[in-house]
């Protein structure tokens, strides 16, 4: 197989396939809280997205599409989200991370539902963010792009 038409098979595949990945990304994320999975998972995955779209179009792309100062605010959001939560705690009167004081609802339940999908979410895009900056800079450090190669299937 002629190696430029395998390039174009892979651009095409991840084209379509990205989205989905990013959008089970969220769905793990935002359902981390009632079911397997959670902010770390989800982050994972959604990382591998952008990996992913690095590899096949190459990390200067890559960072085209995500750049580095997205990346750094992503990583500090979430980092400020999940603290938001326990400070938020503990200026109400509980303790770090007591969801149950929260003052969002009516009851309790209802206050430690959102301050668990708050972490999620804070985890989730904090995770995300600093396996892309991982990969982007490994890949600056390996070389000044990723290089699509081939393969044995093109």
């Known amino acids: 197989m002629d190696i430029k038409k395998g390039t174009v098979v892979k651009r095409t595949v991840a084209r379509v396939i990205i989205p989905f990945i990013q959008l089970f990304a969220l769905y793990v994320i935002v359902h981390g809280d009632s079911g397997p999975g959670g902010g770390f998972q989800g ?3 959604l990382g591998s997205s ?3 779209y690095g590899i096949i179009f190459g ?3 890559g960072r085209k599409w995500v750049a580095q100062s997205l990346t750094d605010v992503f990583s500090s959001i979430g980092v400020i989200l999940y603290a938001g939560v326990g400070i938020v705690a503990l200026i109400v009167g509980g ?6 004081v929260l003052p969002i609802g009516q009851d309790a339940h209802v206050a430690s539902h959102y301050g668990i999908f708050f ?3 804070g985890v989730g895009i904090t995770v995300a963010a600093v396996m892309i900056t991982i990969f982007f800079e490994t890949a600056k450090r390996d070389g000044d792009d990723i290089k699509d190669r081939g393969g044995a299937d093109g």
Request: glycine share 6%; hydrophobic share 60%; charged share 10%.
């Open 43 to 45: 982050g994972v995955i």
């Open 50 to 52: 952008v990996i992913l």
């Open 59 to 61: 990390a200067t792309a």
């Open 95 to 100: 303790n770090f991370l007591e969801y149950n």
């Open 119 to 121: 972490i999620e979410v």
